[in-house]
C-alpha cells in the first residue's frame, strides 16, 4: 500500500496541534450555548433496528485470494492407497513451493467421480488434477467441458485425452520408442515382440512396429499370451523357432519378464538384449530380478524422485507409490502457471501447451495438441542389482 503524500511530521509537531484543534474545538462549543440556558435536555433513546444475518452458503467460503483446484484421486476403496499417496505429494508440492497463490481441495472419486467433479466445480474450482483411471476421466471430461475447467489426469490411457482433457501418465508407446531407439543405435536391427492379450498389449504392439521401423529395423516375430505361465511359455516357445533376433521386447510388467527370461535363454536366446517398458519403473525391487540382469528400459529419471521420497518418508512417514510424482508435479505445473493467471478467471488453458515445456520430478515434459504428455526419458540397464543409466533423458524439448 502507498503511504500518504508528504513527508511525515515529526511526533512533537502532531501531539502539539492535536492539543490546540482540541482547545479550539472545545472553546467553539462553550460559545455556542448560552449562559442561562439552564440543563440540557435528555437525549432521546432508540433501540438499535434488528439486522439479518446473511445465510450460510453451503459448501467451502469463497476464496478471493487463492486460486481454487480440485484434486480428484480414489481415497476410499481398493485404490485407496495411490489416491492418498497422491494427494499427499500435491501438499507437499504447496510446502515446497511455498505457493500462497493455490489452494487444493480433495475428492474421494471412489464413491463416483462424476459426482465428485459437478460438487468440485459447484465450490468453485477452475481446475482438475485426476483423476486417477481412465473410467473416471471419461466421466469427469464431459462435465468439466461443460464449465470450461480443464482436467489434468494421471491416467495413462491415450484414448481418454483431448478436448480439454490432459494425460500426465506414462504411456507405453513413448517408452517403446526411446528403448528401441537406444537399441537400434547400439547395433540391433532384428526385433521380437511378447505382447500381452488386451488394450495394453495391442496398443505396445502397434507403438513397438512404428518405433520399428521408424529406426530402421525390422521385426521379425512378435507373440501374444494371456499372462499364465503355460501361455507365456508356448508364446517364447513360438518365438524361438520362427526367426532369428537380437531383442525381444516384453510388454509387461518386470514379474511377468522375469518368468518369461528364462524360458527365452534355454529356447537359444542366450546373448538376446531383453527390453521393457515404462511399467518397470515402478518396481523398486527390480534390481534384484536376476533374470533382467543387462536388460533395458525407457523411463521417466528417478534422480529428483529419491530425493523427493525421502522427504515424502520423513513427512508422512511411509514410502510414496511411485507414480504420486505424476501429483507433485501437476502442483509444479499449476503454480507455475498461477503466476499469469487472475484470481476468478478461467484456468488459461492455452499456457499448457507451452512449446517449451516444463519441468519436474520426472524431468522435462510437455503437452502436445493431442493432450498427451511428451516426455524425455532415458534408458536404464538392469546391472548387479540395481539400475544404471545408460542413455541419459534430454534436459528439454526444442520449439516445435
Known amino acids: 500500500m502507498a503511504d500518504a503524500a508528504g513527508k511525515p511530521q515529526p511526533r512533537r509537531a502532531i501531539v502539539r496541534g492535536f492539543a490546540l484543534a482540541t482547545a479550539l474545538f472545545l472553546g467553539a462549543c462553550s460559545s455556542l450555548v448560552p449562559r442561562d440556558a439552564g440543563p440540557p435536555p435528555r437525549p432521546e433513546i432508540t433501540a438499535p433496528r434488528p439486522t439479518t444475518p446473511k445465510p450460510l452458503q453451503p459448501g467451502i467460503p469463497e476464496d478471493v485470494e487463492r486460486h481454487r483446484v480440485a484434486l480428484l484421486v480414489p481415497l476410499s476403496g481398493t485404490n485407496a492407497a495411490v489416491g ?23 475428492y474421494d472419486t471412489a464413491s463416483g467421480a462424476a459426482a465428485a467433479a459437478q460438487r468440485a466445480i459447484a465450490e468453485g474450482a477452475r481446475l482438475i488434477l485426476g483423476p486417477l483411471l481412465a473410467e473416471d476421466v471419461r466421466a469427469v471430461a464431459p462435465i468439466a467441458r461443460r464449465a470450461n475447467v480443464p482436467v489434468i489426469s494421471f491416467s495413462n490411457d491415450t484414448g481418454v485425452a483431448g478436448d480439454g482433457a490432459y494425460l500426465m501418465g506414462y504411456t507405453p508407446g513413448q517408452s517403446i520408442e526411446r528403448v528401441v531407439d537406444h537399441a537400434r543405435r547400439s547395433g540391433v536391427s532384428q526385433f521380437a515382440g511378447l505382447m500381452p492379450s488386451g488394450l495394453y498389449g495391442e496398443r505396445a504392439s502397434t507403438a513397438f512396429l512404428r518405433a520399428v521401423e521408424s529406426a530402421g529395423g525390422e521385426v521379425t516375430t ?9 501361455s507365456i511359455a508356448a508364446a517364447v516357445t513360438r518365438i524361438g523357432r520362427n526367426a532369428p533376433y537380437q531383442a525381444v521386447l516384453i510388454a509387461d510388467s518386470s514379474g511377468t519378464a522375469s518368468l518369461a ?25 527390480i534390481g534384484s530380478k536376476a533374470a533382467l540382469n543387462n536388460a533395458w528400459f525407457a523411463s521417466v529419471s528417478d534422480t529428483l524422485y529419491r530425493q523427493y521420497a525421502t522427504k515424502y518418508r520423513a513427512r ?15 502442483v509444479l505445473l ?9 484470481v476468478g478467471d478461467a484456468f488459461p488453458e492455452s499456457n499448457l501447451r507451452d512449446s517449451g515445456g516444463f519441468s519436474g520430478l520426472d524431468g522435462a515434459f510437455r503437452f502436445g495438441r493431442d493432450g498427451i504428455a511428451e516426455r524425455a526419458l532415458e534408458v536404464q540397464e538392469v546391472r548387479g542389482g540395481t539400475t544404471v543409466t545408460v542413455s541419459p533423458a534430454p534436459a528439454g524439448f526444442g520449439s516445435r
Request: proline share 2%; charged share 25%; hydrophobic share 35%.
Open 334 to 342: 499449476t503454480v507455475r502457471i498461477a503466476r499469469d493467471w487472475r
Open 84 to 106: 492418498r499417496s497422491l494427494a499427499n505429494a500435491t501438499q507437499l508440492a504447496l510446502l515446497d513451493t511455498r505457493s500462497e497463490r493455490v489452494r487444493i481441495t480433495s
Open 316 to 330: 508422512f512417514g511411509q514410502a510414496p507409490y511411485r507414480l504420486s510424482s505424476l501429483g507433485y508435479d501437476a
Open 261 to 285: 527370461v528364462p524360458a527365452l535363454r534355454r529356447g537359444g536366446g542366450t546373448n538376446v538384449r531383453v527390453l521393457g517398458t515404462e511399467l518397470w519403473n515402478t518396481d523398486a525391487a
Open 222 to 230: 512378435m507373440q501374444t499370451y494371456d499372462r499364465s505361465a503355460g
